[in-house]
């Protein structure tokens, strides 16, 4: 059975950092396009950050720009997502998502995807 499995949220305070980790099982990762996706309390989810099969294409949400960093390490099937300057905005619950076939500009829309992790919270407060 395909599945993806979220780990690393957590509290943090302002200014600090997290890595989140996207682990598939039951498939491997490498012919998908993975993308980070975060939903806040009575927020529409929205798309955080992108990476194409093999690494070369990502993308990335305006607001977190300079401050997230996707990777993947196809070899561990997993997809990572560094956070740093972190924000009490970012608090949500966070989502990595996967597609076989996508059209890499479409990569930040949700409707997007087939497969879906159950969500790490990840909360930004002092």
């Known amino acids: 059975q395909l599945q993806l499995v979220e780990s690393g949220g957590g509290l943090v305070q302002p200014g600090g950092s997290l890595r989140l980790s996207c682990a598939a099982s039951?498939?491997?990762?490498?012919?998908?396009?993975i993308g980070w996706f975060r939903q806040a309390p009575g927020k529409e989810r929205e798309g955080v950050s992108c990476i194409s099969s093999r690494g070369g294409n990502t993308n990335y949400a305006d607001s977190v720009k300079g401050r997230f960093t996707i990777s993947r390490d196809n070899a561990k099937n997993t997809v990572y997502l560094q956070m740093n300057s972190l924000k009490p905005e970012d608090t949500a619950v966070y989502y990595c998502a996967a597609i076989k076939v996508l059209l890499f500009r479409r990569c930040m829309f949700h409707d997007e995807y087939d497969y879906w992790g159950q969500g790490t919270q990840v909360t930004v407060s002092s």
């Open positions: 039951g498939f491997t990762l490498d012919y998908y396009v």
